[in-house]
T-cell receptor, first 113, second 114 residues
Framework: KQEVTQIPAALSVPEGENLVLNCSFT??????LQWFRQDPGKGLTSLLL?????REQTSGRLNASLDKSSGRSTLYIAASQPGDSATYLC????????????FGSGTRLLVRP | NAGVTQTPKFRVLKTGQSMTLLCAQD?????MYWYRQDPGMGLRLIHY???????AKGEVPDGYNVSRLKKQNFLLGLESAAPSQTSVYFC?????????????FGEGSRLTVL
């Protein structure tokens, strides 16, 4: 059974710091892994999607890496800003016809000015 | 460029009342999903659809029904609302290409059952 874990559950850093969010999954047979951002009271916004054949994806100050063999992904945020404050979730789809996503519980990030 | 639109955004119901949440997507996606999000429980899948006219149960389907009569719409119904169904409901859609498709979410519908 696929399980997705995110550590830490919460993180508070000063503005400008580089930071890493962690995501681990128990079944390494995945199609892809997706990182989302959720602002309070809002829906989820897709940040990055890494295919199983890829090692990393970059979008602006965000870089996501994937190590299938160890069941881990990291989201690196460079030069953090107060606007980056949000909850970050990772998710992987089940390897069946449903393409259902299994979500981690998220990391709540606060970037202090 | 609307993406995934949910209506209503907020609703308060009394126990036993019924209601329907509407999800509409304009991206011609095959797959559509209804999730609920509760504090400490994360996102849990209620029902999903892999194409027009199809529906299937997710993790927590009890007390909900769904219909996908048109490809662009996915309806979630509560037949007899209970306080345990107080939650934020999210609809999502994804293109058919399994393994490459991103999931796109609506803004959510906040439901309170008194």
């Amino acid at each position: 059974k696929q399980e997705v874990t995110q550590i830490p559950a919460a993180l508070s850093v000063p503005e400008g710091e580089n930071l890493v969010l962690n995501c681990s999954f128990t079944d390494s047979a995945i199609y892809n892994l997706q990182w989302f951002r959720q602002d309070p009271g809002k829906g989820l916004t897709s940040l990055l999607l890494i295919q199983s054949s890829q090692r990393e994806q970059t979008s602006g100050r965000l870089n996501a890496s994937l190590d299938k063999s160890s069941g881990r992904s990291t989201l690196y945020i460079a030069a953090s800003q107060p606007g980056d404050s949000a909850t970050y979730l990772c998710a992987v789809p089940l390897m069946d016809s449903s393409y259902k996503l299994i979500f981690g519980s998220g990391t709540r990030l606060l970037v202090r000015p | 460029n609307a993406g995934v639109t949910q209506t209503p955004k907020f609703r308060v119901l009394k126990t036993g009342q019924s209601m329907t949440l509407l999800c509409a997507q304009d991206m011609n996606h095959e797959y559509m999903y209804w999730y609920r999000q509760d504090p400490g429980m994360g996102l849990r899948l209620i029902h999903y659809s892999v194409g027009e006219g199809t529906t299937a149960k997710g993790e927590v389907p009890d007390g909900y029904n769904v219909s996908r009569l048109k490809k662009q719409n996915f309806l979630l119904g509560l037949e007899s609302a209970a306080p345990s169904q107080t939650s934020v409901y999210f609809c999502a859609s994804s293109p058919r290409e399994r393994g490459t498709g991103e999931l796109f979410f609506g803004e959510g519908s906040r439901l309170t059952v008194l």
